[in-house]
């Protein structure tokens, strides 16, 4: 049997585009503002960033959602994250609820690749998400991610589907009507001058699309 929970919403990445205490605080105001998810990614900088990512995980208790942290199970049993988000498909999600608990939340990077989704939900994945959706990464190893092959995914797959990579508030709707679960968003609210109200505003969208769909 297949463990997953239906996840969505707003999911917050937190990495460093900013100083430690600047991060912080906008995380803390984001949360505010009504994130769904936390999730800590300082690349290979992740054990140097052990009080960034203590803090972030007393935030996301504080305000009862759910704490993962990217690409390192260890840091992940450290902090007595919620769950971990993962970039390669080394570890399974059995392997992280062997050492995390049985409830662990554990997602995927697929990009373009629907083989990957299926293995993810074969092995009990939670979600996956895409990189990128409007913007090319630095990394060849993250796609422009077209919003047909978004559509053909969640159809295809009953784990939770994530969209990320560019995302704002003007291209945040088209994104929804693709058919995710959820989006995930980094820079358009840490760098935004107002991270609470740009929450806020994430969700007021989302929220909109609901309706849309449900009536």
């Known amino acids: 049997m297949n463990h997953y929970h239906k996840l969505g919403g707003l999911y917050l990445v937190v990495s460093p585009l900013l100083p430690d205490e600047k991060l912080v605080f906008a995380a803390e105001s984001a949360l505010d503002g009504g994130v769904d998810m936390l999730q800590f990614s300082a690349g290979k900088d992740t054990k140097d960033k052990k009080n960034l990512a203590s803090k972030l995980s007393v935030l996301a208790v504080k305000h009862g959602i759910p704490f993962l942290v990217n690409n390192s199970l260890e840091l992940a049993k450290e902090f007595k994250a919620d769950g971990v988000h993962f970039n390669t498909f080394d570890v399974s999600p059995e392997d992280v609820r062997s050492i995390l ?14 083989e990957k989704v299926k293995w993810a939900e074969r092995a009990g994945a939670d979600y996956v998400s895409f990189c990128s959706i409007f913007h090319q990464c630095p990394s060849a190893e993250c796609p422009i991610v077209s919003l047909d092959f978004v559509k053909n995914v969640t159809a295809a797959t009953n784990i939770s589907v994530f969209a990320a990579g560019g995302i704002n508030l003007e291209n945040v709707f088209s994104v929804l009507e693709a058919g995710d679960d959820g989006i995930v968003v980094t820079s358009a609210i840490l760098k935004s001058k107002d991270p609470k109200q740009t929450a806020k505003a994430f969700k007021q969208i989302n929220g909109r699309h609901e309706k849309q769909v449900f009536e």
Not at 104 to 109: A, D, L, M, N, R
């Open 101 to 114: 608990g049985r409830e662990s939340i554990v997602g995927y990077t697929v990009n373009i690749d629907l």
